[in-house]
């Protein structure tokens, strides 16, 4: 998202539930989203560095991660050009908001409720979930591997409040969904298995919207995120990651 789009585009994002990470050019880009792991790219094709559709080629090496194209570039073959070279949806400017966010919703359904990142590292806790080893400050944490899929989804949005619903599927899978009692029974064993950490992780409950978890690195801890209201995306699914290279006229 480029300084052209103001202040406002900030605060769009954030009341949409979506965490932005922006890159003025392709360079940036294309190492920020080694780093950062988005659920969604918005991809503009005129870049100042180099052209869109060779950030897209390289994404496409190694990541399967949706791919949205933004471009002012409308002729069918550029269109086509897009979407054989790997983008999951193309929109020509001037676009709507709506619109956007309708093919945000559509791209999220690309994305599989079970897909998770074998190694996650936020601060000094590192969970890696395919040798299950879960370890703060390198001591390592005796979990399940039920608690270390719970602790991994609640660590992926640290300082947000994750809902209950989103949970369930991310661990238990879609038939889980309704199963309340193993949520509340994990949660309980999780806060007991980490009192070691003297409040470093520290999950906290938020009466009928789901649970937040907490990391402390010295004496940081993190910023709250605003809780959002009954009626939100978030409370309905899970707040996504998105990553923009500049766009948005």
Same mark, same amino acid.
């Given at each position: 998202m480029t300084r052209r789009a103001g202040a406002g585009c900030?605060?769009?994002?954030?009341?949409?539930?979506?965490?932005l990470f922006e890159s003025e050019n392709g360079q940036l880009g294309l190492a920020k989203a080694r780093v950062c792991h988005p659920d969604v790219i918005i991809l503009e094709l005129s870049l100042p560095d180099m052209l869109g559709m060779t950030v897209l080629k390289r994404l496409r090496?190694?990541?399967?991660?949706?791919?949205?194209?933004?471009?002012?570039?409308?002729?069918?073959?550029?269109?086509?050009?897009?979407?054989d070279g790997g983008a999951n949806g193309y929109m020509t400017k001037p676009f709507s908001e709506a619109e956007l966010l309708a093919r945000l919703r559509v791209l999220r359904r690309c994305i599989p409720v079970n897909s998770k990142k074998p190694v996650?590292?936020?601060?000094?806790?590192?969970?890696? !979930?395919? @040798?299950? $080893?879960?370890?703060?400050? *390198? /001591?390592?944490?005796?979990? #399940?591997?039920?608690?270390?899929?719970?602790?991994?989804?609640?660590?992926?949005?640290?300082?947000?409040?994750?809902?209950?619903?989103?949970?369930?599927?991310?661990?238990?899978?879609?038939?889980?969904?309704?199963?309340?009692?193993?949520?509340?029974?994990?949660?309980?064993? !999780?806060? @007991?298995? $980490?009192?070691?950490?003297? *409040? /470093?992780?520290?999950?906290? #409950?938020?009466?009928?919207?789901?649970?937040?978890?907490?990391?402390r690195s010295g004496d940081r801890v993190q910023e709250e995120v605003m809780l959002p209201h009954e009626t939100t995306e978030l409370q309905k699914g899970e707040s996504q990651n998105i990553w923009s290279l500049p766009c948005w006229v």
């Open positions: 900030g605060r769009f994002w954030k009341a949409q539930h979506y965490r090496l190694s990541a399967k991660t949706p791919v949205l194209v933004l471009s002012a570039l409308n002729r069918e073959v550029d269109i086509v050009a897009a979407l996650l590292v936020e601060g000094d806790l590192e969970l890696n !979930l395919t @040798k299950h $080893l879960f370890t703060l400050c *390198g /001591r390592k944490i005796d979990l #399940t591997p039920t608690e270390g899929a719970l602790l991994h989804a609640l660590a992926a949005y640290a300082g947000m409040v994750v809902p209950c619903k989103f949970l369930l599927r991310s661990v238990w899978g879609a038939e889980g969904e309704k199963q309340w009692q193993y949520l509340r029974g994990f949660i309980s064993s !999780l806060r @007991k298995k $980490l009192e070691w950490t003297q *409040g /470093r992780i520290a999950i906290e #409950t938020l009466d009928r919207l789901g649970y937040r978890l907490w990391l």
